[in-house]
């Protein structure tokens, strides 16, 4: 081996520890182990920890206080139309067929005095003499008040009831259930053995008669009853109505339609003690 090939194996022998050494330094360290790092949520503790505790604003809650609210009624209506329509179930049907005309009647009437309202507006708009006009209108209607208040008589297609009492058992609440009846019918006027029937009309029992307004009246009890005949009669004839109750109790009772029906029994105008017209 010659000096010079010495001297390069020499310098190789020197140097190799020295790469060996740095080559082990900057080896990289080692991976922390798993236990090391904190562990990462599943997306169901993520969904669990964003819902609970709740957190609920204050618009928040006023909304389901509303919703709450709403629902409540719409369950109280449907409970309330259930009932109703439960007790139509049961009837039978020439009586719902009664039920129905009675209702299409109403509506009837309800639907002619509108008319007749709009008439009124329509003449007063356009009549050429509004005064005129207006004049005419209060007289007729001082007329009808006339006849509601029973200060003027009246006449016009209607009724008459009977109610034969054989065995002493009407009293003053049936024979008002009748007028009731009658009034939610249409009746415009009646009277009973000679005495007006007005708005406050009161009935009370007197021994084996009754009393209306002070005034004693004895079976049999007559009725004199100014509307629609169509109206009238079936309201009394309802099941379980005016008709039954008294039947129930052993009274006769007779109905009869006509085209004229004559209420002449008057009350006289009553002064008002305190109140007075506030026109000027």
């Given at each position: ?45 993520r969904l669990v920890k ?41 009837a039978r049907q020439e ?159 007779t109905i009869e339609r ?23």
């Amino acid at each position: 081996m010659s000096n010079e090939d010495a001297t390069r194996e020499n310098r190789l022998r020197e140097e190799l520890p020295e790469e060996v050494h740095t080559a082990s330094e900057e080896a990289p360290e080692a991976p922390e182990e798993d236990g090391d790092r904190p562990a990462e949520l599943t997306g169901r503790q993520r969904l669990v920890k964003g819902l609970w505790p709740p957190r609920v604003s204050r618009a928040q809650l006023i909304v389901a206080v509303l919703l709450f609210g709403l629902g409540f009624g719409l369950a109280v209506q449907v409970a309330s139309n259930s009932d109703g329509d439960s007790a139509l179930r049961g009837a039978r049907q020439e009586d719902l067929v009664r039920i129905l005309d009675e209702l299409d009647d109403r509506t009837q009437r309800l639907e002619d005095e509108k008319q007749g309202l709009e008439k009124q507006r329509d003449e007063l708009e356009n009549s050429s003499d509004q005064a005129e006009e207006a004049r005419r209108q209060t007289v007729e209607k001082e007329r009808q008040l006339g006849i509601l208040a029973g200060t003027v008589a009246a006449e016009g297609p209607g009724i008459r009831i009977t109610i034969d009492d054989t065995k002493g058992t009407v009293e003053a609440d049936m024979l008002l259930d009748a007028i009731q009846e009658l009034r939610a019918a249409g009746a415009e006027a009646m009277q009973v053995n000679g005495v007006r029937i007005v708005a406050g009309t009161y009935l009370s029992d007197a021994g084996n008669a009754v009393s209306v307004d002070g005034n004693k009246i004895n079976a049999p009890y007559r009725f004199k009853v100014i509307g629609k005949p169509q109206d009238l009669e079936p309201a009394l004839n309802i099941p379980g109505g005016v008709v039954q109750t008294l039947e129930k109790e052993q009274a006769i009772v007779t109905i009869e339609r006509s085209d004229k029906i004559v209420v002449d029994a008057l009350r006289a105008a009553k002064r008002p003690d305190y109140a007075r017209s506030s026109s000027r």
